[in-house]
Every structure is written in C-alpha cells, then in structure tokens.
C-alpha cells in the first residue's frame, strides 16, 4: 500500500512540475519582433517611458548636485560640461534600459493581455490612470511617510521595552 501512494505521489509532482515548466515557457516565451514592438507600444502608452527620462533627468540633477558639494569651487563651466555629458548618456542609456524592460513585460504578460492593456491604456480611463497614477504615488508616498513618522514613538518605545526585558542594547536613537 505505501509504495503505490509513494508512487502515486512522485507520479502528481512530476506531473505538476512539468506543466509548470509548460505554463512558464508558455508565458515567458521568448517575444516575437511583434510582441516586442507591442511592448514598447504600452511603455510608451503607459508613461514608462516618459518615468525613466524623467528619472534620468533626476538622476542628472542629483549627480551634479553631488559634484557641486563635493567640489564647491568648481566652475559654472565645468557644471555646464558636466551637465551636457550626463544628458548625453542618459539620452544614449534610457533606450538600453527600455529594451531591457522588454523581456520583463514577456515574462508577466502574454501578448493577448499586452494588447488587451494597450486597449485599456488608449481608452479614456486607461488615459485617466496614466494622468491620475504619478499624482496617487505622490500623495499616497507623503502619507505614508507621515504614517512611518507616526510610528517612530511607538516602535522605539516597544523595541527600547523589548531589548530591555531580554537583557539587551537598546538600539541607538
């Protein structure tokens, strides 16, 4: 009796092993020149595109921000070199990081749910999401940082109560 069950049960993993690896070839499968061109359709539709310039832009920003107060005399001029060379990589690097994207969307997306998000996205609550989405992460990013903030009392208290009922270091403030 126990063989059979052993048997049985090697018989139901193999089983679902190999339609795991079915389903993930099947989802993940390596994208055509026309699932790929989809894809960058709807990270163009999405506003991907438009996040990663704009995060190259900060990127910029704050690099040169750190030269400036690391080095505090340095010239406008150098600034002004500086900055038109770091445009200059971002520009020739955020089209390398889209394509690298690409296999992403392939990996979590068929191509029947792309398309069905490139419709989304072209329909006015799909236009909505794309406007409305930057401004939710916003507003919902200062309440949770008000909400960390509000934890801080409380956490330090409890893990200051903790440590010290277990003979411990308190953590440093």
């Known amino acids: 009796m126990q063989l059979p069950q052993r048997a049985l049960r090697r018989a139901a993993f193999t089983a679902l092993m190999v339609s795991s690896v079915i389903a993930s070839v099947a989802r993940g499968a390596t994208p055509t020149p026309a699932s790929n061109a989809d894809i960058k359709t709807l990270l163009q539709l999405s506003g991907t595109e438009k996040l990663a310039n704009q995060m190259a832009v900060y990127m910029t920003n704050a690099t040169l921000d750190m030269m400036k107060r690391n080095n505090p005399g340095m010239s406008d001029k150098v600034v002004a070199a500086a900055k038109d060379e770091l445009q200059k990589i971002m520009a020739e690097k955020v089209p390398v990081l ?76």
């Open 98 to 173: 889209m394509e690298q994207i690409v296999p992403v969307y392939a990996k979590h997306f068929t191509s029947e749910e792309i398309k069905g998000l490139i419709a989304f996205y072209r329909t006015p609550l799909g236009a909505k999401m794309i406007h409305e989405t930057p401004l939710i992460v916003a507003e919902t990013s200062k309440v949770g940082e008000a909400w960390g903030r509000g934890l801080e009392p409380e956490i330090r208290q409890r893990l200051e109560a903790r440590m010290k009922a277990e003979g411990l270091a308190p953590p440093p403030h």
